[in-house]
């Protein structure tokens, strides 16, 4: 599987945006232990319970400034969202840019691992894929610029903190992007429905790329072509595909499955 080709980073930069919310125990707090210069605001809910309290401290530690304002405001801001009584005002930076590639990869110590996500649009699919990636231990998460989910309040909410923890960087040209990973030694392997190869049947504990579709659309065609195998999960009932999200979490555990494995 192991191919030739390997480039250097000449380093990373990160870009800057507009301020945004950002809600949710976990996700603030994987955040501001982070990114704190990145924070402008921290609002508290009034009278919120003691959940908060590590938060808080960890916030007064780090000299944010903060204030506490009604349930409603908070409500209102997230549209209804749960909030769990926390939202920070932060600089809607890229944490990962297309730049930083090389050098995450570079940095990997043992067999690399990476989450390539073609064309997944709903955020919450998005948050969950990346909390999947964190707990399989996933080196980056690849996805292309164009529609294409990005990293928003919700998707870092759903995430948990991986949003955070794990690289999740969106490039220009996806089908240039995997060529260079095959570049690097990665063995690229797509899931699609429908597919003769099972996942099971697949060689997963190589260096490698895992590909994953949008839902209904599957794989692009310039993404297929790009990928060295195809597999599907197996169906055993009427249903014909899972959530993106569940496959990827289904896909990823086989592979620290078969990478844990005794070998043959």
Known sequence: MARRGKQRSSGSKRGTKSPQFLFGLHAVEAFIQRRPEEV?????????????????ALATQLGLPTQYVERQQLDD???????????????????????????ILDGVENVPLVLVLDGVTDPHNLGACLRSANGAGVDVVIAPKDKSAGLTAVSRKVACGAA?????????NLARTLKGLAERGLWI???ADGEDRSLYEGRLDGPMALVMGAEGDGLRRLTRESCDEIVAIPMGGSVSSLNVSVAAGVCLYEVVRQRRAPSS
Do not use: C, N
């Open 189 to 191: 392997v797509g899931l």
């Open 40 to 56: 402008f605001q921290l609002y508290w809910q009034k009278g919120a319970d003691q959940r908060l309290g590590k938060l808080q």
């Open 77 to 103: 801001w997230v549209d209804g969202a749960r909030h769990q009584g926390v939202i920070a005002q932060v600089r809607s930076s890229e944490l990962w840019r297309e730049a930083d590639l090389e050098g």
């Open 164 to 172: 955070e923890e794990t690289p999740f960087i969106q490039v220009t």
